[in-house]
């Protein structure tokens, strides 16, 4: 079975689960092919239902960066934020009024610390690795977003790698 995605077609409501993050005045064409036929040894004999959970296996995630101290000093406000259910989009300066733009599976605002992060993203990726299925998780995004600061983080809040890295360990010492 193969569909077309058409920029803009079909957009998926805020907080509606969808990892589709398509701006909505989005110009450029785009094509996405998909094919159906090709099973993996977990889906072969699977019911529906069952194949249809495999699909959702990825979740898109997104974090919403605080204004750094230099940010902070200039007196530069935050202009993207959340919905609440899983919206993202710019803030009206005048009306403080938000518009939203995209709509992700979740959501963590600027004031989200790492270790919640890890506790709704990370750890349901690394408990499957102890029993040997793969898993990633992998940050994404523009000079100064917060990549890295969400995957080492510091030494007061560790990041998700070295949480991903102490997580096996924990569950063997249990």
Same mark, same amino acid.
């Given at each position: ?5 058409? !920029?803009? $077609?079909? =957009?998926? &409501?805020?907080? /509606?689960? *969808?990892?589709? @993050? ?6 450029? !064409?785009? $094509?996405? =092919?998909? &094919?159906?036929? /090709?099973? *993996?040894?977990? @889906? ?131």
């Amino acid at each position: 079975m193969a569909s077309s995605f058409k !920029p803009g $077609a079909g =957009q998926a &409501s805020p907080g /509606s689960g *969808s990892a589709r @993050s398509t701006p909505r005045n989005r110009a450029e !064409p785009c $094509a996405m =092919q998909r &094919s159906d036929s /090709s099973r *993996s040894v977990q @889906s072969i004999g699977a019911t529906n239902e069952q194949k249809h959970r495999d699909r959702d296996n990825i979740k898109v995630s997104v974090r919403i960066r605080p204004l750094s101290e230099k940010e902070r000093g200039r007196g530069d406000k935050a202009v993207w934020a959340t919905d609440g259910s899983g919206g993202v989009g710019t803030t009206n300066s005048s009306s403080g009024r938000l518009d939203v733009k995209y709509a992700y599976d979740i959501v963590f605002d600027a004031s989200t610390a790492n270790e919640q992060v890890f506790e709704t993203v990370g750890r349901s990726t690394i408990e499957p690795v102890i029993s040997g299925v793969s898993g990633t998780i992998f940050a994404y995004g523009v000079t100064s977003s917060g990549k890295t600061h969400t995957m080492m983080g510091t030494a007061a809040d560790p990041g998700l790698v070295p949480r991903a890295i102490q997580a096996p360990f924990e569950h063997i010492g249990q």
